[in-house]
């Protein structure tokens, strides 16, 4: 049995189909956390249970979970609280749901004799670097400048300690700005979208010159299916390429066929100024591959966003 945590999210529902697909055995459990609307859960949950091997429980990832473990030999954490900007207005609770949360499953996991962990981190543990230093290596020392970002970077050395004191096998995904259908409200691409198809204005906070390296989902699914099977510490998932914000949106607007209204607006805290992946370790010891391209992956968006309405 393997077991999936935030199942009923962006990467996890993503995650957990492909398992599915597989033939595998997936129990997934999901806590409907109201950081955004419990019926783009729900959407997702609806495409597993179509699943016979698929069992769900909704339960946090804070609670007694023990009796849930018996018989999983594989865990994939993908629960937490998201949203750096979020966790500026309420740091306490991404500490104790994110920490916490993620302790009690790798003690959970060290007691019932599970494999592996594969951890879902984020590009937000690296803080801001300078563009002279890009891109990012996973050696790199972490200075996160969002509660998000340390309590990620919190929960890297919990994995570490699990690892080095009781032998349970951690690895660490560092993924970074994943986009693509079922994307959660509040990122980028899909506000953009979202107020395009409106007729709306786009908020772009800055210059729009910082630059990003974006993660197709499936390219981000195809690491951690990777990591299951070989690897050990920590890695950068990404694409290995950056593009600024602004010509990232030509490139919606190409996909889209819709001009963009902007309103340029003051850069908000917690947001780095660029980020930009090195994944020669991740190619060289996953054997991770990125496949899909930017326009081709923000078209993928566009068209699932625009069906959904």
Same mark, same amino acid.
């Given at each position: 049995? %393997?077991?999936?945590?935030? #199942? #009923? ?9 492909? /398992? ?26 609806? %495409?597993?249970?179509? *699943? ?23 865990? *994939? ?10 966790? /500026?207005? @309420? ?10 949360? +993620? +302790?009690?499953? /790798? ?24 563009? =002279? ?5 996973? =050696?790199?020392?972490?200075? &996160?400048?969002? &509660? ?6 919190? #929960?890297?050395?919990? #994995?570490?300690?699990?690892?080095? %004191? ?12 994943? *986009? ?7 990122? $980028? ?23 990003? @390296?974006? +993660? ?21 998932? $990404? ?12 490139? %919606? ?5 819709? @001009?963009?209204?902007? $309103?340029?607006?003051?850069?908000? &805290?917690?947001?780095?100024?660029? +980020? ?5 370790? $991740?190619?060289?010891?996953? @054997? ?22």
């Amino acid at each position: 049995m %393997i077991l999936v945590t935030g #199942c #009923c999210g962006f990467i996890g529902s993503h995650l957990a189909e492909r /398992l599915l697909k597989e033939g595998e055995d997936v129990l997934g459990i999901d806590n409907f956390d109201p950081y955004y609307p419990r019926q783009l859960k729900m959407r997702n949950l609806k %495409i597993l249970r179509d *699943y016979k091997k698929f069992q769900f429980v909704e339960e946090s990832i804070l609670g007694d979970l023990k009796h849930l473990f018996q018989g999983v030999s594989l865990v *994939y954490h993908q629960a937490a609280i998201a949203g750096v900007r979020n966790s /500026l207005r @309420d740091p306490l609770r991404y500490v104790e749901n994110n920490l916490l949360g +993620t +302790t009690n499953i /790798l003690n959970l996991s060290r007691n019932s004799g599970v494999k592996r962990v594969i951890f879902a981190s984020s590009s937000s543990v690296y803080g801001e670097v300078a563009e =002279s230093e890009l891109p990012i290596e996973e =050696s790199r020392k972490l200075k &996160p400048i969002s &509660p998000y970002g340390y309590s990620k970077k919190l #929960c890297e050395e919990i #994995c570490q300690m699990y690892s080095r %004191i009781w032998g349970l096998a951690v690895v660490s995904l560092r993924y970074f700005t994943v *986009y693509g259908p079922r994307q959660r409200p509040d990122e $980028a691409f899909s506000k953009f979208i979202k107020k395009m198809l409106k007729g709306e204005r786009l908020e772009i906070y800055g210059s729009g010159e910082q630059t990003r @390296d974006f +993660t197709y989902v499936s390219d981000a699914v195809d690491a951690t299916l990777l990591a299951a099977k070989r690897g050990q510490g920590v890695y950068n998932i $990404a694409s290995g390429s950056r593009i600024s914000l602004n010509k990232a949106l030509s490139l %919606i607007a190409r996909v889209s066929g819709l @001009d963009p209204k902007i $309103a340029r607006r003051k850069k908000q &805290p917690g947001d780095v100024t660029h +980020t930009w992946a090195s994944i020669s370790k $991740a190619k060289k010891e996953l @054997d991770y591959r990125p496949k899909i391209g930017l326009e081709a992956g923000l078209r993928e968006h566009f068209q699932w966003l625009r069906d959904e309405g």
